[in-house]
């Protein structure tokens, strides 16, 4: 603390961003003393203010640490406190001042988030003007009355016709006193910023009445839903979305990832590990390549994050056939996108069963195919056509040491691949028979 400030230390500016959203949050919805509330700069503002206005500033980079020997805890010092103090005298109250740095790290991941960019503002002790956006919790409807302030206090530096610091996409401008909710919902307000990428999309459908003869049905779905988002995330990728009965996982959408649909294959072994282990098989998967949008879409006072695409219809499509078909997972391509069907160490995983039509100007054919548990024959089959696994695999198999077989094949990371990372191991399971 320093007097009436704190100075707060994360490992990572979106948790500094999180923490100052929920912060302000907190701020409006707490139950502030008549005395305090009876003051001009404190009044309520139905759905805007409430109480105490706390302006908050954010930067990021390296820091000197060095511990307090009376409190025991860490001081930091350096160019970047410095700045990070400056920064928040920058802010108004009810807003969060950012710089370049920081809102590059967190524009489009963090939600409830509406960004308006000030531009270069001059900061005592620095030689150069540092671009400086300013974010509000989207919850709390006060977007118009901080840009209202800040162009106040900074009159000849809010030009935002020139800064390069935000997207046209997400400049948000107050409407006009005369607005009404029509105009509010025209062109000029409803704003997107999605991008193409090619991704990896998971789909996993619940069979929500499998639940009905457990004892606490409720904890196990949030069990079974929480085991979900560990196993995409411990592969790298990133839950988007949880809806009903439904949860979708992307690889390479906002958190980029080399190899996506190698991590998506592990996923789904990671998931069937796991569900096997919780001993239930109510999860059914549909796994798809291809070209989507993503992003933020939404209006100047809300904004939401997205993925749009043929691959998410294809991934949600399969874990639909999945489920009436009681497999565990499907998996397809959009056409000219890799499928798994090509890795040579998924010989015994995956294998063909349908072809689909896509209802596109020109129909394409798909083929689908079905990720299975082989038997451990059918490696040893593999094994003796010597196409990828490592040496101990295939001596262990002249020898017809099948105990080590077993639990080779349930170790992850054991399966060697010539020129690609192994993401078969993934889809190892513990076997107890042949």
């Known amino acids: 603390t320093i007097g009436d400030a704190f100075m707060v230390a994360f490992e990572a500016p979106i948790e500094a961003c999180r923490f100052c959203l929920r912060a302000q949050e907190m701020l409006y919805r707490s139950e502030w003393p008549q005395s305090l509330m009876s003051l001009p700069e404190c009044c309520e503002v139905e759905g805007a203010w409430r109480g105490l206005r706390v302006r908050m500033g954010v930067h990021c980079g390296e820091v ?4 307090n020997p009376i409190t025991g805890r860490n001081d930091y010092f350096g160019p970047t406190v410095n700045t990070a103090a400056r920064v928040e005298g920058a802010s108004v109250g009810g807003a969060i001042a950012v710089t370049e740095e920081v809102l590059r790290e967190v524009n489009g991941i963090v939600q409830n988030m509406a960004v308006y960019p000030l531009g270069p503002i001059p900061l005592k002790g620095l030689a150069e003007k540092p671009m400086i956006a300013l ?13 209202r302030e800040a162009q106040n206090k900074w009159p000849s530096d809010c030009d935002v016709a020139e800064n390069p610091l935000v997207p046209p996409a997400v ?26 990428s090619n991704v990896t999309v998971m789909c996993i459908n619940l ?11 409720a904890i196990d779905v949030n069990n079974i839903v929480v085991m979900i988002v560990d ?23 906002s958190k980029r990832v080399h190899g996506h649909l190698s991590y998506g294959v592990r996923a789904l072994g990671l998931l069937y590990n796991a569900l096997r282990t919780y001993g239930t098989h109510n999860a059914h998967c549909g796994l798809s390549t291809g070209m989507v949008l993503h992003g933020n879409v939404g209006t100047a006072s809300q904004r939401f994050v997205t993925v749009i695409g043929g691959s998410v219809e294809l991934a949600c499509a399969l874990s639909r056939e999945a489920k009436a078909h009681s497999t565990f997972a499907l998996h397809t391509s959009m056409p000219g996108h890799p499928s798994a069907s090509a890795d040579p160490s998924l010989k015994y995983m995956i294998r063909p069963i349908d072809k689909w039509v896509l209802d596109t100007p020109v129909p394409q054919h798909i083929t689908i195919f079905e990720f299975r548990v082989p038997s451990l024959s059918e490696f040893a089959t593999y094994a003796e056509d010597d196409s990828g696994w490592s040496p101990e695999f295939n001596d262990a198999f002249e020898a017809g040491d099948y105990t080590f077989l077993r639990k080779y094949l349930a170790t992850a ?9 192994p993401i078969s191991p993934g889809f ?7």
Do not use: M
């Open 207 to 217: 069979s929500l009445s499998s639940f009905e003869g457990y004892p606490n049905p």
């Open 428 to 434: 190892c399971i513990d076997y107890s028979t042949d």
């Open 64 to 67: 000197e640490i060095e511990e």
């Open 135 to 147: 974010l509000v919790n989207s919850s709390i409807n006060r977007l118009h009355d901080v840009i």
């Open 171 to 196: 400049i948000q401008r107050p409407p006009t006193p005369a607005a009404t909710l029509q105009s509010q919902l025209t062109k000029e307000h409803c704003r997107t910023q999605l991008r193409k």
């Open 413 to 421: 990371g054991k399966c060697v691949l010539a020129s690609a990372e």
């Open 231 to 253: 196993c995409i995330e411990r592969s790298e990728g990133v839950c988007d979305s949880v809806f009903s009965s439904t949860v979708v996982g992307t690889w390479n959408c």
